[in-house]
């Protein structure tokens, strides 16, 4: 299934995309799309059963704004470093273990919400991920099965960097992670059952109708499995918390000089096979 929200920010509605295309109201089986909802399989089949009986009233896409697919997001853990081009970009070795850090949840918006460019920002960087998007509460997940049983979807993300912020400044990432609009998130949540292997997703991304990043999750150097399992021993999962899975080769900051960092007035889209696609228009915060 393609879970979404739409409506306007603070008012969304639970909806899903139907195999034909056409949005349905999902508000007379569900009331949200939030961890509490992933977490109930018998809700999830309540949603899958009335898709299958046709009596889901139709949406009208016309200026429909389209917001983040999960509500209520506990966490977002990041994965830096997780590409092999990636890393061989900016010339610094593959890690061993990976790099985790996390973003609070109040960055999340919608896949085509504005992306501000932070005060006194120079260095602000795009960044496409595959989200992934927990199911089930974890803990010590020993095997790679028992993790992709915790996953209830996937998304595509855009973890927008600040790159002074996070580089320059002292400190941990943090700071260059967590500025105001910096995770838009979206547009579905597809259902894992429709993503039997995620590490064979293409992901691209434009600035200004220039393609700047072209890879596969194949590139990963730690799989979607083995980074839930990781994160697990770290932390506990819950259902709605959100893995974003590394960035590919492609970014700004692996650019030569002068690298082309964002500006207000930029455009970037991004998509990855199946779960679609965003579109963002930079402004002045």
């Not at 409506?7 to 909806?15: D, L, V």
Request: hydrophobic share 40%; net charge negative; proline share 8%.
């Amino acid at each position: 299934m393609k879970l979404l929200r739409t409506g306007p920010p603070g008012a969304e509605r639970p909806t899903l995309l139907d195999d034909e295309g056409t949005l349905r109201d999902l508000t007379t089986v569900v009331d949200e799309i939030d961890g509490r909802l992933l977490a109930d399989h018998s809700a999830l089949e309540r949603v899958r059963a009335a898709v299958g009986a046709r009596i889901l009233p139709a949406v009208d896409p016309r200026g429909l704004r389209v917001g983040p697919p999960v509500a209520r997001i506990g966490k977002i853990v990041c994965v830096g470093l997780n590409y092999h081009g990636h890393a061989a970009e900016l010339g610094v070795p593959a890690p061993e273990e990976p790099v985790l850090f996390l973003k609070a949840p109040d960055t999340v918006v919608g896949p085509e919400d504005p992306v501000l460019v932070p005060r006194g920002s120079e260095k602000t960087d795009w960044e496409i991920e595959l989200a992934v998007v927990i199911g089930r509460t974890s803990r010590h997940l020993e095997t790679d099965a028992e993790a992709l049983a915790a996953i209830a979807g996937y998304a595509v993300a855009n973890d927008v960097s600040e790159r002074e912020f996070q580089l320059e400044r002292g400190g941990q990432w943090d700071k260059g992670k967590n500025c105001e609009t910096f995770n838009p998130l979206g547009p579905w949540l597809v259902t894992a059952d429709e993503i039997p292997d995620p590490q064979a997703l293409r992901l691209r991304l434009w600035v200004n109708g220039e393609l700047k990043q072209d890879a596969t999750t194949a590139d990963q150097i730690f799989p979607v499995a083995q980074v839930v399992r990781y994160v697990s021993r770290f932390m506990t999962l819950y259902p709605g918390d959100v893995i974003n899975t590394g960035t590919p080769a492609g970014v700004a900051d692996g650019h030569p000089d002068p690298k082309p960092y964002l500006r207000a007035g930029d455009v970037v889209e991004l998509e990855i096979d199946r779960l679609g696609r965003q579109r963002q228009q930079l402004k002045d915060a």
